[in-house]
């Protein structure tokens, strides 16, 4: 069954310290990853997303993922954390099945940095 | 630029009584529309998607159905809430033609008593 994984349901981070928030798939084909972050009782944001070329995506406030095609892999990472960041992040993807417009979300893992 | 709007913001309905939540998107045409839910301030449950006027597909059966009177407006509805139709519902649109990203709405907080 083709799936996308978040193994974490919280990840707590010193603020400044770097950040991982982990995702795994298991789709057939190319996949089209997404990473997401929502604010409480809002709608979700887009923060990046792979497609095709280089493996290390960057996006929106200072986060970046690297797509590992062999480890099936595509975590979301910051160098320097903030308190600011502290929400709940959801890995996607699109596609499923190929083709289509569907998209599966991951459970989410909520960061929490801590000051 | 492109926006997408839900309401209401909040609801409290009591149990049996009909419901009808709504999502429209500016700035764009004919975009695939999305409906979810979101329990408990976790996963997301893909409920419907539409890629047309008229054309709605359900992943989960439910006590819950989808319309799409025009283009860019998208209507989740019920005839009798349950109590375990709770949640926060998130309407998104993304691009039709190519592999575009997915924008989300503010969301719709639920509540059945």
């Known amino acids: 069954a083709q799936s996308v994984a978040q193994p974490e349901d919280q990840v707590n981070v010193a603020e400044g310290n770097p950040l991982t928030v982990k995702c795994t798939y298991s789709?057939?084909?190319?996949?089209?990853l997404f990473w997401y972050v929502q604010y409480p009782n809002r709608g979700l944001q887009f923060l990046l997303k792979?497609?095709?070329?280089?493996?290390l995506v960057k996006g929106s406030y200072g986060f970046e993922a690297e797509f590992n095609k062999s480890q099936t892999s595509f975590h979301l990472k910051k160098p320097s954390a903030l308190v600011s960041d502290s929400a709940l992040y959801f890995c996607?993807?699109?596609?499923?099945?190929?083709?289509?417009?569907?998209?599966?979300f991951g459970t989410g893992t909520r960061l929490k940095v801590l000051a | 630029s492109q926006t997408i709007h839900q309401w209401p913001a909040t609801l409290v309905q009591p149990v049996g009584s009909p419901l009808s939540l709504e999502c429209t998107v500016e700035g764009t045409s004919n975009p695939n529309l999305y409906w979810y839910r979101q329990a408990a301030g976790r996963g997301l449950q893909l409920l419907f998607y539409?890629?047309?006027?008229?054309?709605i597909s359900s992943e989960v059966p439910q006590n819950l159905s989808a319309s799409r009177p025009q283009d860019r407006q998208f209507i989740l509805s019920s005839k009798k809430l349950l109590l375990s139709d709770s949640g926060f519902y998130l309407c998104?649109?993304?691009?039709?033609?190519?592999?575009?990203?997915?924008?989300f709405g503010p969301g719709t907080r639920l509540t059945v008593t």
């Open positions: 792979y497609i095709t070329g280089d493996n």
């Open positions: 539409s890629v047309g006027i008229g054309q």
């Open positions: 789709v057939s084909g190319n996949p089209y």
């Open positions: 998104a649109w993304s691009v039709r033609r190519r592999q575009g990203d997915q924008y």
């Open positions: 996607a993807v699109r596609g499923v099945p190929p083709g289509t417009y569907k998209y599966i």
